[in-house]
């Protein structure tokens, strides 16, 4: 039965025979008129006719005399108001995206760039792939595969040759950037990597490890150099310092550890009063290698001192989780994301916030656009935002991902930005007004 909202919406509706234009009825139904409603066929059969069939009706106008049914209609069957307002709200946001890479088939985690092409991109994500793709080549792309869980990590060396991915498989696979060959696998943890990140100077890789542990290898002969054992929980982040001199790392143990990456020996442990109360998230080391930035569950961070071993200063205007810090390239600066759906830029000299800005959702990640003042922060709303960092003004919102982002990453040549989400779509977005 056809439904009254088709008609409008009043108290009775009148269904007619409306035709486009006056047609001959008798050249068209064989001289008996027809109905949509089979009922309605039926009472006309059983009606005597009130004219001759076999005489020509010629132009024939529809009129009251032609209503077939009428429906009562209840106003609780009326469309409210409301309703319509929500239709209105389903239609599809726009798309900023220049580009979507969609060769995944599972959630996105992390998203890497080449720093000496400005096309190439790797991906990883939660169907056990990762892939090594192209900027404006479509969905030209490499298959990272045999890992035998999600790839969590990717991070491709300083001279861009050689690319590693980290799984919770506990393996790290190294692959050659150029044609997607797997060169080795390294093997040693006892559980998921967290993270894998390079060494600034030549092709050494290091790792964190669920197990607690954290295991260095040399790329180009597949070699183990040493691993560092002490932290008591998930090592969650680390990196070399960029003099390429020290390492440190951070654990859901709420510990900091400076280790010597050529002994193995653990030079400082940074725990307890004024430091983390909860597990680290983050880590940042600034360009001198003199301090090291690190985020915490406790909502707080702080910065300590690399030769020391000493914490220096704490931020803490944030309330929840901290999710992302970032230092800038120039000014000595530093940004940090939190659950608390702020990003917040920081003046180091001063241990102060510079400006406080206010997202719509959690912040999950954040790239410096190179050395402008603008910053990109992947949201959990699945926007990605570009602050000022001068202004603390939002100057740009792209729109397409349909869930959390997780990783964004900039191009070499700071064309172009990545961004990766739970939604298993990675995204190009154009930011040449961003320089």
Known sequence: MMQPSEYGIQEVVKIFMVLEEPVDLKSRSGGQKSSANPAANRDQMNTPANHDE????????????????????????????????????????????????????????????????????????????GFIWKILDGDWAFEL??????????????????????????????????????????????????????????????????????????????????????????????????DGKTICTGSDDATLRIWNPSSGENIHVVRGHPYHTEGLTCLAITSDSTLALTGSKDSSVHVVNITTGKVVSSLTSHTDSIECIGLSLSPPWAATGSMDNKLIFWDLQHSSPRCTCDNEDGVTCLSWLGASKYIAAGCVDGKVRIWDSLSGDCVRIFSGHSDAIQSVAVSADRNFLLSVSLDGTARVFEIPDFQ
């Open 145 to 242: 595969g045999g890992h035998k869980d999600s790839v969590f990590s990717l991070d491709f060396s300083m001279d861009g040759q050689l690319l590693a991915s980290g799984s919770f498989d506990g393996l790290v696979k190294i692959w050659d950037a150029s044609s997607g060959d797997l060169k080795c696998t390294l093997e040693g943890p006892g559980g998921g990597i967290e993270w894998v990140r390079w060494h600034p100077r030549g092709h050494v890789v290091l790792a964190g490890s669920e197990d607690c542990t954290v295991w260095m290898w040399n790329a180009d002969r597949g070699a183990y150099l040493n691993m560092f054992s002490g932290h008591a929980s998930s090592v969650t982040c680390g990196d070399f310092t960029p």
């Open 54 to 129: 076999d005489e020509d009706q010629g132009d024939v106008f529809l009129d009251e005399n032609d209503i077939v049914l009428e429906i009562n209609v209840d106003d609780e069957d009326l469309p409210d108001a409301e309703d319509a307002d929500d239709d209105a709200e389903d239609v599809e946001e726009a798309d900023d995206s220049m580009h979507i890479f969609t060769g995944h088939t599972g959630e996105l985690y992390t998203v890497a760039c080449s720093p000496i092409d400005p096309r190439l991109v790797a991906t990883g994500g939660g169907d056990d792939k």
